[in-house]
């Protein structure tokens, strides 16, 4: 067990099982207290390479990530303290990784419940290799003003009020850890403050005991008195009794041992720690604080009296000049993290993005602030769904139901059109769903189902502007553009589209105006005494149609009709249809068993089932 000072403003630790707050809180300490050096040199996670992101104050640094124990310890050969996260499970082989290499000096083991047995070994190693254990279970050490051990003494705001920043001049050992944090704020009202505090663990059989630490204390200079905080079960302040009788200890000790309640019971009580547990009348904390009074340490006679000697003892150390009081200062604010200042009400800032779609924040997903559960209880069906996703509101049933109708009629053209084609050929080459259903997405444009949104926006300036259909048209000729949603390569005035008859039929029945589709018709006729096949196909339809509901319903303004034509609202129906088309596409040609080794088919062979 080492005699002197275990920390200092230069030591660094590896970290070993990354955990990004206990990292994260050592550095900001770091900067609290002025280093100039992180104290966390690396990190070291089995199987990992590379960097993690953290924050030195306000710089952000590049914290190395080894894979192994010994990489680390090469790679920092000045690191030589080893803080090891690891889960109780793997803590023995770790732990013995780092104590066999020769640049670590001290282990901070965190993990609870470390079988006894492993333990022991490691105490057994350690002590003939001159190493230091702090643990099993526990929250580490602090050495004010220069070093502390991930979680120990809380959060920035505990640290600043217990003045952890800077060097006092007491030195506590504790099993606890969360009575040391208990402590360290007795310390900063009653003294000058904490020099170093050490949490040996609440197990059996703590890798370093309380008279270990107390021994160190006592040949540390900075050091001028010590409180000791022990409990009820095991041996271990039997041993710091006989430092005491054997005027080993020069300074003054302070000293209680928890659980004196324990006699109130009639049975043995276990309390928090494995090793804090009533035994026979020596391992009682009754037994215990007699024998350290004994001894010659400060004992209390209740620990309501412990704060009030302490206080006692250090102002007369004080009078005696054998402590000069610490002069304190205002620390350096450490900069808060964004989540964590925003959460507080302390700053704003723009998300990065913006989603109005879906919350699934609360109890249950909600569409448009519609909850889940009401879609269903309400037996809404998928133009419902669509209404609230897309157009942020519900619709009027004989909507929705219009959009579900598009959906279904545009839902497949048959193999020959360039979508399917480019998806069948794809199947056929054995390529995943995924792919294949892309192929096909990826050729809808203008001249292939992308056309309900250019319907829509020209169809609708041109009635806006009240172009009669030959002025429309010839218009559009003079441009160079084809009218979008007129014409087709198979139907015609003799041979209709039965699709744009249910569609027209549906709206003249249920839209409160059509004016859109009537105009739509009028261009029509027009562009059929031209050519018998121009005549309006399902993308003019749906997209006059649309233009129909969007202004009859009385739910959207100008602007935004305009908006959803621009957007690509319209279009999306059809890259929805056609997706359900697409992948029955894929499964069709998957069930063919020979892969496509020619090239694509000219001619196409219809197989009818049922």
Not at 55 to 67: D, K, L, N, R
Not at 399 to 414: N, P, Q, R, S, Y
Not at 527 to 539: E, G, P
Request: charged content about 20%.
């Amino acid at each position: 067990m080492s005699t002197g000072q275990l920390f200092s403003r230069t030591t660094q630790a590896l970290f070993y099982n990354y955990k990004q707050s206990p990292v994260q809180r050592m550095l900001d300490f770091d900067f609290l207290c002025g280093r100039e050096i992180p104290s966390v040199a690396g990190i070291i996670n089995p199987g990992s390479e590379g960097f993690q992101k953290l924050f030195f104050g306000q710089e952000e640094i590049a914290v190395p990530v080894h894979g192994s124990v010994a990489f680390a310890c090469k790679a920092h050969p000045t690191a030589d303290v080893f803080i090891n996260f690891a889960s109780f499970r793997s803590t023995f082989a770790s732990t013995m990784d780092a104590l066999k290499q020769p640049t670590i000096r001290v282990v901070a083991v965190i993990a609870e419940g470390v079988p006894e047995a492993d333990t022991k070994k490691l105490i057994a190693y350690a002590g003939v290799n001159n190493k230091v254990i702090i643990g099993p279970a526990t929250v580490g050490g602090i050495q004010a003003g220069a070093f502390k051990i991930g979680d120990t003494a809380g959060t920035l705001d505990n640290i600043i009020h217990c003045k952890l920043y800077r060097p006092g001049s007491v030195g506590f050992v504790s099993k606890s850890g969360g009575m040391s944090n208990e402590m360290y704020n007795v310390l900063a009202r009653v003294t000058d403050g904490l020099y170093e505090g050490i949490a040996i663990g609440g197990d059996v059989y703590p890798g370093s005991t309380l008279s270990d630490h107390v021994l160190r204390f006592n040949n540390i200079s900075q050091v001028k008195m010590i409180v000791v905080l022990g409990e009820l079960g095991g041996c271990d302040e039997y041993s710091l009794v006989e430092a005491l009788q054997q005027g080993r200890v020069q300074k003054s000790v302070v000293a209680w041992v928890s659980g004196t309640c324990a006699r109130l019971f009639k049975s043995e009580v276990q309390f928090g720690h494995a090793g804090a547990k009533s035994g026979g009348d020596m391992e009682s904390a009754q037994a215990k604080n007699k024998a350290l009074e004994y001894a010659g340490a400060i004992v209390p006679t209740s620990f309501e009296g412990l704060e009030a000697l302490i206080k006692a003892t250090y102002e007369r150390l004080v009078e005696k000049k054998v402590v000069v009081p610490v002069e304190d200062y205002t620390p350096p604010p450490v900069p808060e993290d964004l989540n964590s200042a925003i959460k507080s009400g302390k700053v704003r800032a723009p998300t990065h993005i913006v989603s109005t779609i879906c919350d699934d924040r609360g109890e249950e997903p909600s569409y448009a602030g519609v909850a889940m559960s009401t879609i269903i209880d309400k037996d809404y069906g998928v133009g419902d769904v669509i209404s609230l996703l897309w157009f942020k509101r519900s619709l009027p049933r004989y909507c929705t139901k219009f959009i579900e109708m598009c959906v279904m009629l545009c839902a497949d053209h048959g193999p020959c059109v360039s979508g399917a084609h480019s998806t069948i050929v794809t199947a056929r080459a054995g390529k995943d769903l995924v792919s294949c259903l892309v192929s096909g997405l990826l050729t809808i444009g203008p001249r292939f189902g992308g056309a309900i949104d250019d319907a829509a926006r020209y169809f609708k300036d041109a009635y806006d502007r009240g172009l009669s259909p030959y002025d429309f048209v010839e218009s559009m000729k003079k441009k160079g553009i084809r009218v979008p949603g007129i014409g087709h390569r198979i139907k015609s005035h003799d041979n209709c589209d039965r699709r744009v008859e249910l569609l027209q039929k549906y709206a003249r029945t249920h839209f409160a105006a059509v004016k859109y589709m009537e105009y739509a018709v009028t261009v029509e006729t027009y562009t059929m005494s031209k050519a018998n096949n121009l005549v309006m196909n399902v993308d003019g339809c749906i997209g006059s149609l649309f233009l129909d509901l969007l202004s009859s319903c009385a739910m959207f303004t100008e602007q935004e009709i305009v908006e959803i034509i621009e957007i690509g609202y319209l279009n999306g129906l059809f890259i929805l249809a056609r997706s359900i088309g697409l992948i029955g596409h894929t499964f069709d040609q998957k069930r063919l068993k020979e892969p496509l080794y020619c090239h694509p088919w000219e001619d196409v062979l219809y197989t009818r089932y049922g």
